[in-house]
């Protein structure tokens, strides 16, 4: 069923300057659905800010909670110790890839990808709340491999010292598509080239026990059903 105006506003997110590509807009989506799908999906993230005057970008792994997105690592890392230190937080660009197939066309300049994407503007802030931290933690873990957090210890009072964590609001945000056939010229449709889809696939394979794990430690069932 169609919705109103009112919800479907509600299901999307703003564009803005940063958000509206200059290529290829007709493949940019703000539909929260679509953005929390491709971030659901994805294990690692590029962290971007800028460090004495030049850009850095850091891959990263992440979490989601709602509309907030978590990463974590070592108090000593870059971002998160200038995250801590910048008043009012660190200005970031958060982004997400899928690749999803391989397109081959009959010229070379029209050979591409087909993909999902999410580019994330915003500010980034340390958590200091501890029980934020501690769903910001459980979150990590479970976006790996879901129900895992309620299946490991958590973190001791060391572990958490040497820990910090930074949130990103989902709010400056856009998805970018791509699929379907290669785009030749007209004139190019007669050339003796193969043009098509070469689709890429994930996939998990058997897990392997650790050496040191005791007898009797079965495979849970989140990890069986993968």
Not at 121 to 130: I, R
Not at 153 to 160: I, T, Y
Not at 186 to 213: C, F, I, Q, S
Request: proline share 7%; hydrophobic share 35%.
């Amino acid at each position: 069923m169609q919705g109103t105006t009112e919800d479907t506003r509600a299901a999307a997110y703003t564009p803005t300057d940063r958000t509206v590509p200059t290529r290829s807009a007709e493949r940019a989506s703000y539909d929260k659905e679509l953005v929390h799908a491709i971030l659901d999906e994805g294990y690692v993230c590029h962290l971007g800010f800028v460090r004495d005057g030049a850009p850095v970008v850091l891959p990263t792994l992440y979490g989601r909670v709602g509309e907030r997105l978590y990463v974590h690592g070592s108090t000593g890392s870059r971002p998160l110790r200038m995250t801590g230190q910048a008043d009012p937080g660190l200005p970031v660009c958060l982004t997400v890839t899928h690749v999803d197939g391989l397109v081959l066309a009959r010229s070379a300049f029209h050979h591409s990808i087909n993909y999902r994407s999410v580019v994330v503007h915003g500010t980034a802030h340390e958590v200091t709340d501890p029980e934020e931290r501690r769903l910001a933690l459980d979150a990590l873990v479970d976006h790996v491999v879901p129900g895992r957090s309620a299946d490991s210890r958590p973190a001791n009072k060391k572990e958490l010292a040497a820990t910090a964590v930074i949130r990103l609001d989902l709010e400056e945000v856009s998805a970018k598509v791509r699929t379907g056939d290669a785009n030749d010229e007209p004139e190019d449709m007669g050339l003796p080239h193969w043009a098509g889809v070469v689709p890429l696939r994930k996939g998990y394979g058997t897990p392997v026990r650790n050496a040191d794990l005791a007898p009797g430690i079965e495979l849970p069932d989140y990890l069986a059903t993968r």
